[in-house]
């Protein structure tokens, strides 16, 4: 079974460029997360989408957008990037959407490494 | 709000000793989950386990266990006799309510040497 993948690996901006992300979960898993890894803050929780809509988002600025495909895949925005906006974005998905026990745990992919200069 | 501490930042240990990483979380919700992750180089989240907060069964799985123990609202790690392939950061993550969003510790960075 293939894992969560997240495509680019690395990705250099310049600042007040736009990045996107992209993100395919496991297959089957309806939910997706992304999460902000920067150096010093820890990983922040950004986004979750579940069956198409956004369904809760962390304490970020609107730049940070993003959307579910209907084949669950879901990209991640981010404009007018910024120089602290420089991190490891990574990806998770779940089976279903409620903390049940199918729900066991999230798994992540890999990351991509975001670079703004 | 829900937070998690894990307030070893560094660990260094000689292979084959055991080790002990700290979690310590808060929350007000009645029904929660506990979560450790660990995080190789390469940068992926690799899930370990998960703990329901109305199951306080300690578990083992081959050289790891964990000590879940509500009243002191602890979730700690135990690695036996540690490997070199042990070194990672580990995260622990608590998550419940709504949301579904995970609260993660700011992770302890655990260095195996021969």
């Known amino acids: 079974e293939a894992g969560v993948t997240q495509s680019p690996t690395h990705l250099i901006k310049t600042r007040g460029q736009q990045a996107t992300l992209r993100c395919s979960p496991i297959?089957?898993?309806?939910?997706v997360y992304w999460y902000q890894q920067a150096l010093g803050l820890g990983l922040q929780f950004l986004l979750w989408y579940d069956e198409g809509e956004e369904r809760n988002r962390g304490n970020f600025p609107p730049r940070f957008s993003g959307r579910q495909f209907p084949n669950y895949s879901s990209e991640l925005n981010v404009n007018a990037l910024e120089l602290e906006d420089s991190a490891l974005y990574l990806c998770?998905?779940?089976?279903?959407?409620?903390?049940?026990?199918?729900?066991?745990?999230?798994?992540f992919g890999s990351g991509t490494r975001l670079t703004v200069v | 709000a829900q937070k998690v501490t894990q307030a070893q930042t560094e660990i260094s240990v000689v292979e084959k000793e055991d080790v002990t990483l700290d979690c310590v979380y808060e929350?007000?919700?009645?029904?929660?989950?506990l979560f450790w992750y660990k995080q190789p180089p390469s940068g992926e989240l690799v899930f370990l386990i998960r703990?329901?907060?109305?199951?306080?069964q300690n578990e083992i799985s081959g050289r790891y266990s964990w000590n879940f123990q509500k009243s002191t609202s602890s979730f700690n790690f135990t690695i036996t006799a540690s490997q070199v392939v042990d070194s990672a950061v580990y995260f622990c993550?608590?998550?419940?309510?709504?949301?579904?969003?995970?609260?993660f510790g700011t992770g302890t960075q655990l260095k195996v040497e021969l």
């Open positions: 993550a608590l998550g419940g309510g709504g949301g579904n969003k995970l609260t």
């Open positions: 297959s089957g898993h309806t939910s």
């Open positions: 703990r329901n907060s109305f199951d306080e």
């Open positions: 998770a998905s779940s089976l279903g959407s409620t903390w049940d026990t199918r729900n066991y745990g999230y798994t």
């Open positions: 929350t007000r919700d009645t029904t929660y989950y």
